[in-house]
């Protein structure tokens, strides 16, 4: 198949698209920016796989409730929310800086939270207020990564950069819970989590390192002036904030009963931190797989493959309710996993394609507020809703919704519709 070249119109033969793939890998892990990312991003996200298992286990290890593990975890995502905004119009000043400096206060965090769990009973409310110094850090950090990514590499990578990140991402869903979980069965779940101090004391140096371009300085507009023109450049796509919607929704309904309940029906009738563990690695492992199919592949109608890919969200919540063996509910988070990573990929590079670089940062603030406003109500409202109608039942209204908000959302026009080659 042949073609003419948009600059000098020789016609030149095309490198079949299966090789200019290949390239386009190869050409991204000799880049010195994006290998020096993909090290601090993946050690990260191992120390990040942790938490979940390591905090859950040393607040039960204490006779803490569910109540109060929904407390801590709410503790995390408030701040998050309340501060998206902000983060997201720093970001888009100073990435690399913002990314450093909330790595370094994390890295503090889990530090102190670790020493308090060896070396004595922290209070809930010192719990409390630790684990929020994560959620403020995520919430400079987060933004400033979305904005970041299509500075590390040329645009034609943008979609195989974003897969191999989200297999980065799910390579520590793999290990960082598995390796809790050996961590807890030999010393303590303290021990644990100074893992996640030390990856994001790493991740913050190899920031440090990137050599990316300064960002041209923007005129004098006060940061709600820039902030409103976020807003514009969210609210006048439909398809964006319908899917920020359906995700805030999700993790309300689904993510959150199912992270807290998880934990207290795998300590309850599963054998404990090695079964939480092996499901939260399992749906790692999962995410790992899909992160790298996604590598090979690139769907004309993005946001349509994306919003399939999340009816597979509702396997494990209903698999957990049924009382499933550990391994039946491995098998479903695998599944889980796998559709995470082909959500991630797709809709980050399409947000990527489709909003100018420029603001980009604050318009994934405004995804990112949208997808984590409810997940503090997800935490608490899952562990009081299985204290009124029971753990199995909260769940199963997990796995209901799970599919009718998929279903909806599925069948709205402008998702089904938008097409790669419609994109900037």
Not at 61 to 90: C, D, M
Not at 165 to 187: D, F, R, T, Y
Not at 368 to 390: D, F, H, M, N
Request: hydrophobic share 50%; with cysteine; charged share 10%.
């Amino acid at each position: 198949m042949k073609r003419v070249s948009r600059f000098n119109g020789v016609r030149t033969v095309n490198i079949p698209f299966s090789n200019r793939r290949d390239a386009n890998q190869i050409g991204l892990m000799s880049e010195r920016n994006f290998r020096l990312f993909l090290i601090g991003y993946t050690t990260s996200m191992i120390g990040t796989g942790v938490v979940p298992v390591a905090l859950s286990f040393a607040l039960l290890k204490e006779g803490r409730s569910a109540q109060e593990i929904g407390f801590v975890f709410a503790a995390q995502t408030v701040p998050l929310v309340l501060l998206l905004l902000l983060g997201g119009a720093a970001a888009d000043r100073s990435r690399k800086a913002v990314m450093v400096s909330a790595d370094l206060a994390r890295c503090a965090s889990e530090v102190a939270l670790a020493t308090l769990f060896i070396v004595t009973t922290p209070s809930l409310y010192s719990v409390m207020a630790l684990a929020s110094v994560l959620g403020i850090g995520q919430a400079f950090s987060s933004p400033a990564l979305s904005g970041l990514m299509p500075q590390l590499t040329k645009t034609s990578n943008i979609h195989q950069a974003n897969a191999i990140k989200a297999s980065a991402s799910s390579a520590g869903q793999l290990i960082g819970p598995a390796l809790a979980g050996i961590v807890i069965a030999v010393a303590s779940p303290g021990w644990a989590l100074y893992i996640d101090g030390v990856s994001y004391a790493i991740s913050a140096l190899c920031i440090v390192l990137l050599r990316i371009p300064r960002m041209k300085p923007r005129t004098g507009e006060s940061m709600l002036v820039e902030l409103r023109h976020g807003w514009r450049e969210f609210s006048s796509r439909s398809w964006l904030w319908i899917i920020v919607v359906q995700f805030g929704l999700f993790r309300m309904m689904v993510y959150g009963p199912f992270m807290v309940l998880g934990s207290v029906l795998a300590n309850r009738y599963l054998g404990g931190s090695s079964s939480w563990a092996l499901i939260l690695s399992a749906q790692g492992a999962g995410s790992v797989v899909g992160g790298l199919v996604m590598q090979r592949l690139r769907p004309n109608h993005p946001l349509k493959v994306a919003i399939l890919a999340t009816f597979a969200f509702a396997g494990p919540v209903t698999c957990m309710a049924m009382e499933s063996p550990a391994t039946v509910i491995a098998a479903a988070s695998a599944i889980s996993g796998f559709a995470i990573a082909v959500f991630v990929t797709l809709w980050e590079s399409t947000i990527q394609r489709e909003i100018p670089t420029e603001v980009l940062s604050r318009v994934a603030a405004y995804d990112w507020l949208g997808s984590y406003a409810l997940t503090p109500v997800g935490y608490i409202v899952g562990a009081l809703l299985a204290a009124r109608i029971g753990i199995r039942s909260t769940l199963i209204v997990s796995a209901i919704w799970a599919v009718l908000s998929s279903s909806i959302v599925l069948s709205i026009p402008t998702i089904r519709r938008l097409q790669i080659n419609q994109s900037r």
